[in-house]
């Protein structure tokens, strides 16, 4: 966890601040479960594999969720109404892999914010086939260096 928390707050420095400001900014975690959060410094918000509709599969779960429960070959559709509540602005969303419990509500977050979405080719055109314009997709394959900045003021 260490390591996430660590990749996603360099991130999040190297998307906003100089090395100066990233001194004085104060940096706010919140878990969106699984293996999703949001961070922020007050003025860039970054998610990284959100996913907080979390569907419940195969009859697993605590008796008393009553969220609708999935076999693996259902449609799962984005719990839209949760996502609303919990997710209201992203700039940057980070996916590590394209499996569904990291890049289930992608789509529907990335169209409802307009953040640019980072990560694998991939990615890229999953979310393509979800109509995600293209301006808001940056394929990584590794090594590279991004700058990035948010013209959004807060």
Same mark, same amino acid.
């Given at each position: 966890?260490? #390591?996430?928390?660590?990749?996603?707050? $360099?991130? $999040?420095?190297?998307?906003?601040?100089?090395?100066?400001?990233?001194?004085?900014?104060? $940096?706010?975690?919140?878990?969106?479960?699984?293996?999703?959060?949001?961070?922020?410094?007050?003025?860039?918000?970054?998610l990284v594999d959100p996913w907080p509709s979390r569907h419940k599969y195969g009859g697993g779960g605590h008796p008393d969720d009553d969220r609708p429960?999935?076999? #693996?070959?259902?449609?799962?559709?984005?719990?839209?109404?949760?996502?609303?509540?919990?997710?209201? #602005?992203?700039?940057?969303?980070?996916?590590?892999?394209?499996?569904?419990?990291?890049?289930?509500?992608?789509?529907?977050?990335a169209k409802k914010t307009g953040a640019k979405v980072i990560g694998t080719e991939t990615a890229m055109m999953i979310l393509r086939a979800y109509g995600?314009?293209?301006?808001?997709?940056?394929?990584?394959?590794?090594?590279?260096?991004?700058?990035?900045?948010?013209? #959004?003021?807060?």
């Open positions: 966890m260490k #390591r996430i928390l660590s990749l996603a707050a $360099l991130s $999040l420095v190297s998307l906003s601040v100089s090395p100066l400001q990233a001194q004085e900014s104060t $940096l706010e975690l919140k878990y969106l479960g699984t293996a999703g959060w949001e961070i922020t410094d007050g003025k860039v918000v970054v429960d999935y076999a #693996r070959d259902d449609l799962a559709v984005s719990d839209t109404a949760l996502i609303d509540t919990v997710i209201t #602005r992203a700039d940057f969303i980070l996916i590590h892999h394209t499996h569904f419990d990291h890049m289930g509500d992608i789509p529907y977050i995600i314009p293209e301006d808001q997709l940056y394929a990584v394959a590794g090594g590279e260096d991004y700058q990035f900045e948010t013209s #959004r003021s807060v």
